[in-house]
């Protein structure tokens, strides 16, 4: 199965039924497919006007209580910030799907890149969380687009995936479950102000048409929902509880997995770097060579560095100039050694054990 | 139950200056959401940015306050999740025709079953007075300090020209008409388009000569004709004069819907 079919597959066995896009290269067999699919399962697809609709619409459609997504890559991707940053905002529980493809601009249509991390990240205006989930095989391509239906539900916020035109076109075996486990949006306890968080930090959702007779707008709201723009105090507490909604979460949300904790020289990667980083690791059949790889970028684990307690270096091949090697130097004392690669091509396993080579 | 219950009154006051039209339209609106019968928890809102856009938060219905130029996607995402939800669109002439004008040909494309009211005050409002796509051509705004030297968009011939169901166009002087057209754009399944020209007093009238709110509300009800009448006299030869607007029901038919309730 090609990457891009099992993200919509993941998706609908995830209950996603509603699915609205706008064509680009490498992202667009996941509308393809969706196209196929939903309306066989009572779900909408809809090619919208552009990215900046599209994300509106599967924002509208989230307020009916349904499971809704965009799939694209970079240049919707910056169509798409304005209304990322309303969902964010609103609290709306939508997830997006980025096939990342070499940039700025226009770029390479047909080429990997992991150029968008930092723009999912931060790329809306104003301070905020998100979380980011990246896969490095077909598998994961269903797994997580299952996953991300859940923390978007269950933390109300956007949930990304980012992968690549590699992972995106991969063609690998996947095993499909009967079921995917799903966590339920909680609705929102009548008699409970609709802005008005539980002890998670999390709102319960007041889904359209249920009678809560809620005002949902982007602008600073307080817990009723109403416009309230220049009160500093609300404003601060508001846009501090959307980041701490997420970052106190960090350890729950997070997702990775760790080889040779004793290592003194540790790579760190995410997305397709992973399985050159893991061929390295086998070939040389070393224990000194460590391997943190997420499937969790966003909010970042920085308690995971923190297991390589004999750490002296880390590496950090990114398909960018290295995105994700600045988040880690904030978190470690160690060297933190970017390998960067452009242009389309995943690093070599050779390539990388010749970095070791020089390390050593 | 009347129209009045519709209004959100833990909201008031609002942020509308006095003699603004925008109330006007809101009040037609509502009366024909009761008119018809509609129920407030199968009723939503959906509104983008502007002075007319902040109407979907004084209601007391479900409404979602969106982006500006995007109400129209908001809205067909909850339409198409949800085809049991009547769905009501509050708009201006810069959110709708401006930034959302690629949006709005679409919705009136699709003929989504969505009513759209557009309060049309020739201005944005919000910002203080600059000149929008509905600008008449020689009028004073903040960004036209010499006049304006664009044609303006004639959005109900636009909405025709697209393909929704039914499109009128009165302005805040036609409350009678007004409510009534809007009731039939919330009757006919598919994108209807009610356009209100409206008064502006703050930022538009008070630079083009307009500066009481009467002078406005006059202006509307002299210089605007029937459709139909303005074009038999074209018909005949008869010449119409540039700032006459045309009013009344432009269209009302039976295209292929998307959304309509099953
Ligand atoms: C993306 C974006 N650009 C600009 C603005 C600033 N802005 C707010 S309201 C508005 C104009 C609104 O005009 P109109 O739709 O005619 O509404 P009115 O206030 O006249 O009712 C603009 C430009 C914004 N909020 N968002
Ligand atoms: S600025 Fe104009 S449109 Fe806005 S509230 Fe005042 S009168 Fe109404
Ligand atoms: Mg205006």
Same mark, same amino acid.
């Given at each position: 199965?090609?990457?891009?079919?099992?993200?919509?597959?993941?998706?609908?066995?995830?209950?996603?039924?509603?699915?609205?896009?706008?064509?680009?290269?490498?992202?667009?067999?996941?509308?393809?497919?969706?196209?196929?699919?939903?309306?066989?399962?009572?779900?909408?697809?809809?090619?919208?006007?552009?990215?900046?609709?599209?994300?509106?619409?599967?924002?509208?459609?989230?307020? #009916?209580?349904?499971?809704?997504?965009?799939?694209?890559?970079?240049?919707?991707?910056?169509?798409?910030?304005?209304?990322?940053?309303?969902?964010?905002?609103?609290? #709306?529980?939508?997830?997006?799907?980025?096939?990342?493809?070499?940039?700025?601009?226009?770029?390479?249509?047909?080429?990997?890149?992991?150029?968008?991390?930092?723009?999912?990240?931060?790329?809306?205006?104003?301070?905020?969380?998100?979380?980011?989930?990246?896969?490095?095989?077909?598998?994961?391509?269903?797994?997580?687009?299952?996953?991300?239906?859940?923390?978007?539900?269950?933390?109300?916020?956007?949930?990304?995936?980012?992968?690549?035109?590699?992972?995106?076109?991969?063609?690998?075996?996947?095993?499909?479950?009967?079921?995917?486990?799903?966590?339920?949006?909680?609705?929102?306890?009548?008699?409970?102000?609709?802005?008005?968080?539980?002890?998670?930090?999390?709102?319960?959702?007041?889904?359209?048409?249920?009678?809560?007779?809620?005002?949902? #707008?982007?602008?600073?709201?307080?817990?009723?929902?109403?416009?309230?723009?220049?009160?500093?105090?609300?404003?601060?507490?508001?846009?501090?509880?959307?980041?701490?909604?997420?970052?106190?979460?960090?350890?729950?949300?997070?997702?990775?997995?760790?080889?040779?904790?004793?290592?003194? #020289?540790?790579?760190?990667?995410?997305?397709?770097?992973?399985?050159?980083?893991?061929?390295?690791?086998?070939?040389?059949?070393?224990?000194?060579?460590?391997?943190?790889?997420?499937?969790?970028?966003?909010?970042?684990?920085?308690?995971?560095?923190?297991?390589?307690?004999?750490?002296?270096?880390?590496?950090?091949?990114?398909?960018?100039?290295?995105?994700?090697?600045?988040?880690?130097?904030?978190?470690?004392?160690?060297?933190?050694?970017?390998?960067?690669?452009?242009?389309?091509?995943?690093?070599?396993?050779?390539?990388?054990?010749?970095?070791?080579?020089?390390?050593? | 139950? !009347?129209?009045?219950?519709?209004? +959100?009154?833990?909201?008031?006051?609002?942020?509308?200056?006095?003699?603004?039209?925008?109330?006007?339209?809101?009040?037609?609106?509502?009366?024909?959401?009761?008119?018809?019968?509609?129920?407030?928890?199968?009723?939503?809102?959906?509104?983008?940015?502007?002075?007319?856009?902040?109407?979907?938060?004084?209601?007391?219905?479900?409404?979602?306050?969106?982006?500006?130029?995007? $109400?129209?996607?908001?809205?067909?995402?909850?339409?198409?999740?949800?085809?049991?939800?009547?769905?009501?669109?509050?708009?201006?002439?810069?959110?709708?025709? $401006?930034?959302?004008?690629?949006?709005?040909?679409?919705?009136? +494309?699709?003929?989504?079953?969505?009513?759209?009211?557009?309060?049309?005050?020739?201005?944005?409002?919000?910002?203080?007075?600059?000149?929008?796509?509905?600008?008449?051509?020689?009028?004073?705004?903040?960004?036209?300090?010499?006049?304006?030297?664009?044609?303006?968009?004639?959005?109900?011939?636009?909405?025709? $020209?697209?393909?929704?169901?039914?499109?009128?166009?009165?302005?805040?002087?036609?409350?009678?008409?007004?409510?009534?057209?809007?009731?039939?754009?919330?009757?006919?399944?598919?994108? !209807?388009?009610?356009?209100?020209?409206?008064?502006?007093?703050?930022?538009?009238? +008070?630079?083009?000569?307009?500066?009481?709110?009467?002078?406005?509300?006059?202006?509307?009800?002299?210089?605007?004709?029937?459709?139909?009448?303005?074009?038999?006299? +074209?018909?005949?030869?008869?010449?119409?004069?540039?700032?006459?607007?045309?009013?009344?029901?432009?269209?009302?038919?039976?295209?292929?819907?998307?959304?309509?309730?099953?």
């Amino acid at each position: 199965m090609q990457g891009n079919i099992a993200c919509a597959e993941g998706a609908i066995a995830a209950g996603c039924r509603f699915f609205g896009g706008y064509p680009i290269t490498p992202s667009t067999e996941i509308a393809e497919h969706m196209a196929l699919k939903l309306p066989k399962v009572d779900g909408v697809f809809i090619q919208m006007e552009d990215e900046l609709a599209s994300m509106a619409s599967i924002i509208g459609a989230s307020w #009916t209580g349904m499971r809704s997504m965009t799939a694209t890559s970079g240049p919707g991707f910056s169509l798409m910030m304005e209304n990322i940053g309303f969902a964010v905002m609103t609290e #709306t529980p939508c997830v997006v799907v980025n096939i990342q493809r070499g940039g700025p601009s226009t770029g390479q249509p047909t080429m990997g890149a992991q150029g968008d991390m930092m723009q999912c990240r931060f790329g809306s205006h104003g301070d905020y969380s998100v979380i980011a989930l990246s896969p490095a095989s077909v598998q994961e391509m269903y797994e997580l687009t299952a996953k991300a239906f859940n923390l978007a539900d269950e933390f109300r916020v956007p949930v990304f995936l980012m992968s690549d035109e590699i992972v995106g076109h991969m063609r690998e075996r996947i095993d499909i479950p009967d079921q995917v486990p799903i966590v339920q949006r909680k609705s929102l306890q009548k008699g409970t102000l609709p802005f008005h968080p539980d002890a998670d930090l999390v709102p319960g959702f007041p889904r359209f048409g249920e009678g809560y007779g809620v005002h949902v #707008t982007g602008l600073t709201h307080d817990e009723r929902g109403y416009p309230c723009a220049t009160s500093p105090g609300l404003h601060e507490d508001l846009v501090m509880r959307l980041v701490n909604k997420i970052e106190s979460a960090r350890d729950r949300i997070a997702d990775y997995s760790i080889t040779n904790p004793e290592a003194e #020289t540790v790579f760190v990667t995410y997305g397709p770097p992973a399985r050159s980083v893991e061929q390295v690791v086998r070939d040389l059949g070393r224990d000194d060579i460590g391997h943190l790889r997420l499937r969790v970028v966003w909010p970042f684990p920085e308690s995971a560095l923190n297991l390589f307690a004999s750490a002296k270096q880390f590496l950090v091949p990114e398909m960018n100039m290295g995105q994700v090697a600045r988040e880690i130097e904030r978190h470690v004392d160690q060297p933190v050694i970017p390998i960067p690669k452009l242009g389309g091509n995943l690093h070599s396993p050779d390539e990388l054990k010749a970095r070791l080579e020089v390390l050593r | 139950m !009347s129209y009045q219950d519709w209004f +959100r009154q833990d909201r008031l006051p609002h942020i509308y200056c006095s003699g603004c039209g925008n109330g006007t339209v809101i009040n037609c609106t509502l009366m024909a959401v009761d008119e018809i019968g509609w129920k407030e928890n199968e009723t939503v809102f959906v509104s983008g940015i502007g002075c007319s856009s902040r109407a979907s938060g004084y209601i007391v219905t479900d409404s979602l306050h969106t982006t500006h130029g995007r $109400a129209l996607p908001f809205a067909t995402g909850v339409k198409l999740s949800n085809p049991d939800l009547n769905v009501v669109v509050f708009t201006g002439d810069g959110d709708l025709a $401006a930034i959302g004008g690629n949006h709005f040909i679409h919705a009136c +494309r699709r003929n989504i079953d969505l009513t759209v009211i557009c309060m049309n005050n020739q201005i944005y409002g919000m910002t203080g007075g600059q000149g929008s796509p509905t600008t008449p051509a020689g009028a004073l705004s903040t960004t036209t300090p010499y006049g304006s030297s664009e044609p303006a968009f004639d959005l109900s011939e636009l909405a025709v $020209a697209a393909g929704a169901n039914y499109v009128a166009r009165w302005t805040s002087y036609h409350v009678k008409e007004l409510t009534r057209a809007i009731g039939a754009g919330m009757r006919t399944p598919g994108l !209807s388009f009610i356009e209100t020209m409206t008064q502006c007093p703050t930022n538009y009238g +008070r630079r083009n000569k307009l500066r009481q709110v009467t002078d406005q509300v006059e202006f509307m009800k002299n210089h605007t004709a029937l459709r139909q009448k303005l074009d038999r006299m +074209r018909e005949s030869g008869q010449k119409v004069p540039a700032d006459v607007i045309a009013i009344g029901e432009f269209v009302r038919r039976d295209r292929p819907a998307m959304g309509v309730r099953r």
